[in-house]
């Protein structure tokens, strides 16, 4: 949360006068979001959002998040787009650090979306799908089934700290994941972080996408794994059938799904359960009890993977045989 | 700094719907300012600022701030301007704070304000303190000279963790205030936090005020003396003498000051940098060393006061005898 670091007006007044966007009217820091700085930034001509990338993104990885934005934009998503400063750039650098300005996007993200919104959001997922193909530019996933391991053992002497007997089953979940992991599902770019507050909604409807930040190149069934963890069940941590099945339907509706990426959902869902676990407990280990960002809780992803862990068929997301 | 209060598209949609200010399209929340919690909302309509007042504004003078900025901007003050609901009301209350929906006002707060914008400000000022007549509120200045003794034994024992020696100096300080601080100067509506950060400029001429929440009835003059320290110091602590007849001369110009007000800027300023250091060692000892909001350096306040200490004739602050 919280604007990390500060610009002063001379030094944005300078940095938006290399840009065709008018004159600086007002602009402020944003809370929320907890990798980087940004400002709304209002100008004579309109409604800009400026970033500064902090030290958690690597500045080799902003050419790709830059340019998907404006591929996907080009191919009918409805996104922040990177702003060309008179030259042609867009990444620049402000208060020495990296920094994007793009369009201001309007758009409400909802704190609990009900099942017709499940259902545009699986909808919106397909055509992001969709629109990422033909993207040049190639990420690997880092959060993916080798970057876990090493993950967990930065934490792992620590892991009963969280809740008894933590350590023994993440290990064998590892284990699991690293002999099981599935290697030929359909590839495309994936958004890897589609949870309820990166979608923006009109009433039901999807209205736009934010923060691709966690973009990179992987299954596409994955994603949709991701979302079903993300948007699927209660505050109870019980699975809500009727709005996976909304999800999926939406998303197979737009995009057909192969059998293998169908067989693969629960293996995909308990791998992508285990990998936000595996972030939420480093971050809940490692913030400071004094820190005014309250880390996220990583038991709820463990009950989410424990969940996916005991399903034997596919059926029990709400996929019925019509909808594949 | 940051949103303390999280509010859900559920409760402000629903806030919202009370006003005739059209639907919501966005609404972020807004980094700095440490007692409020602030966002950006975004109508179909126009742009908003919605505030929900934590427990450092005492809930009894909302009415007094929320009025004095409407007074303030029928009698021509830039400034936010609260909205009234459909039943007239102007404080209301969401997720469980007293919350207030005010009019985004466009405008850029300088880090380092140059001559001519202290000329702007003096004059702002001044125009400020005219239009604060005849509003019928009252507020006493609580960090006034009665104020002073009892926020400094709060930390006094730990006083000298600041600087060795500080509280004895504070002792003297406070001790010699409370027999000279004048009583008979023309009183009125102050700002009493007129920083650079709650003015916005238009390159040289101030182009709006912001945040009046620690607005109150006190002598005029000691507005006047609070942005001497504010806006005529540069950052080595020393007097900028230029900025300070500037100010001092754009003040005048709009509103004439009394020979008792000019003879008591020396006490009024040395009281005022008093009053911000106070309060500004008193939130270094108590901010934990984790907290993401670095606290303001009292130090340098006590360089002001000391300043002030040494002043044997109006005249060091740049008030020539044309200017009264």
Known sequence: MAVYTQVSDEALSR?????????????KGIAGGVENTNYSVHTDRGAYFLTLYEKRVARADLPFFLGLMEHAARNGINCPVPVHDRQGRVLRELAHR????????EGISVNKPGVRQCASLGEALA?????????GLKRANALSVT????????????????ARGLAKEIEGELTLMERQWPKDLPQGVIHADLFPDNVFFLDQNVSGLIDFYFACNDALAYDVAICLNAWCFEADSSYNMTKGR???RGYTKVRKMQDNEIAALPLLAR?????FFLTRAFDWLNTPKEALVRPKDPLEYLRKLRFHRDVTDVSAY???GDAR
Chains 1, 2 share one sequence.
């Open 15 to 27: 940095f938006l006068a290399s840009y065709d966007v008018g004159r600086l009217t007002s602009f």
């Open 98 to 105: 990296p920094a994007a300005l793009v369009t201001f996007l």
């Open 127 to 135: 055509r992001f799908h969709r629109a990422g193909e033909g993207f």
């Open 147 to 162: 970057g876990w391991r090493p993950l967990f053992e930065s934490f792992q002497a620590h892991a009963d700290d969280i």
């Open 246 to 248: 909304a999800l999926l």
């Open 271 to 275: 791998g992508s359960a285990l990998r």
């Open 318 to 320: 709400g996929l019925a």
